[in-house]
């Protein structure tokens, strides 16, 4: 091979890698840098390529001349292509990898119910089975559906605001203050307004108290109220609602046991203690509706009876899961969430 043939082919090699050089680059950075390489004014491979040419014969020079500016001519146009391919992809980046049809898709990743909402239905539907209905409540309420009516006095330490989130809406001050409900038992006097007995019915919901949060606490919460009234109503019928209602939730012969409470607006009063996993556990008040309540709402409480009982939802949820942690619920940690 000639010197001359040698220059023309080194040429060509030249212009093949900087044309592929330029093609892989991702970033215009990286694009810079292969046109600094190859390009360059001082140390570009090119340059060094031009220099070479005093070492041919004289009458070479001519030939190696024309080839070495039609190369140069290709590289530069392939530098602005890859230019402005990179343009075109960084403003479209989807563009920028090819779509490979035999790769599998990605899965999108489907949101769920949350655990708590989960609870709810399926309460709904165990105490559906055993006839009772469900009810709404708002759960920004007034001092009457709250707690005048359910035989909670003026004077009451649930009352005080401290224990309360009362709501400082001055326009509503001639019905006096609202609060965000404490209880869901303000359900029970609202169903009652509306409708003459018998009822029966549950109501799931938002509660809220000014609680500190910790493992056990938390200032929202949910409760399942139930409330039955008819002629004939007795404890052995609470007893028995709450058994089957225990045994369907919790999937075991779950004994119910009664200790004794107060609650205003029942008489008697008990607190709810379910047999599970070898221990007591307690899972809400209940009781026989007390008779102011029943005139409160102008039933006749010589003419039917009745029981009510609160639940709290998450207690039940936790203790179904083997959840130790009521912020978890409320931290919004997909992590956690996912689990149920
Ligand atoms: N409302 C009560 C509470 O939040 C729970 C409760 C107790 C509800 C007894 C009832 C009941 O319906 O009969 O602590």
């Known amino acids: 091979m000639t010197a001359l043939e040698d220059y023309l082919r080194q040429l060509d090699t030249l212009a093949a890698e900087a044309t592929s050089a330029f093609q892989s680059a991702t970033t215009p950075e990286q694009l810079e840098e292969a046109r600094v390489a190859y390009l360059g004014a001082r140390q570009g491979k090119l340059k060094a390529i031009q220099k070479g040419m005093g070492q041919l014969e004289r009458a070479d020079r001519p030939e190696a001349g024309k080839k070495l500016n039609e190369v140069k001519r290709r590289i530069e146009s392939a530098f602005q292509a890859a230019k402005e391919a990179l343009g075109t992809a960084a403003a479209a980046p989807a563009t920028r990898t090819r779509f490979d049809p035999t790769l599998p898709g990605d899965r999108p990743r489907l949101g769920h119910v949350h655990p708590i909402t989960q609870t ?12 009772f209905s469900v009810a709404e409540g708002p759960e920004i309420e007034d001092e009457w559906h709250n707690f005048e009516a359910l035989n909670i006095p003026a004077a009451h330490p649930a009352r005080d605001p401290l224990e309360n989130f009362y709501l400082a809406t001055a326009e509503r001050q001639a019905d006096g203050p609202l609060l965000l409900r404490s209880q869901t038992s303000t359900v029970q006097i609202r169903v009652m307004e509306a409708t003459p007995p018998p009822v029966r019915i549950i109501s799931l919901g938002r509660v809220y108290r000014p609680d500190t949060a910790d493992a056990t606490h938390y200032p929202l919460f949910h409760q399942m109220e139930g409330l039955l009234v008819d002629r004939h109503v007795t404890m052995a019928d609470l007893k028995s609602v709450l058994r089957m209602f225990a045994t369907s939730y919790l999937g075991e012969d779950v004994h119910v046991r009664f200790r004794p409470s107060f609650f205003p607006f029942t008489e008697p009063s008990v607190e709810a203690d379910f047999w599970w996993n070898d221990e ?8 026989m509706v007390d008779p102011h309540v029943l005139q409160a709402v102008g039933y006749d409480p010589e003419a039917v009876s009745g029981f009510a009982f609160g ?9 179904r899961h083997q959840i130790t942690d009521i912020r978890e619920f409320y931290r919004n940690d997909v992590r956690f969430l996912r689990q149920f």
């Open 120 to 131: 709810i239905e399926v309460l709904k539907e165990i105490m559906g089975r055993l006839g």
């Open 280 to 287: 007591w556990v307690e899972f809400g008040g209940a009781g």
């Open 311 to 319: 639940l709290g939802v998450e207690r039940l949820c936790m203790r």
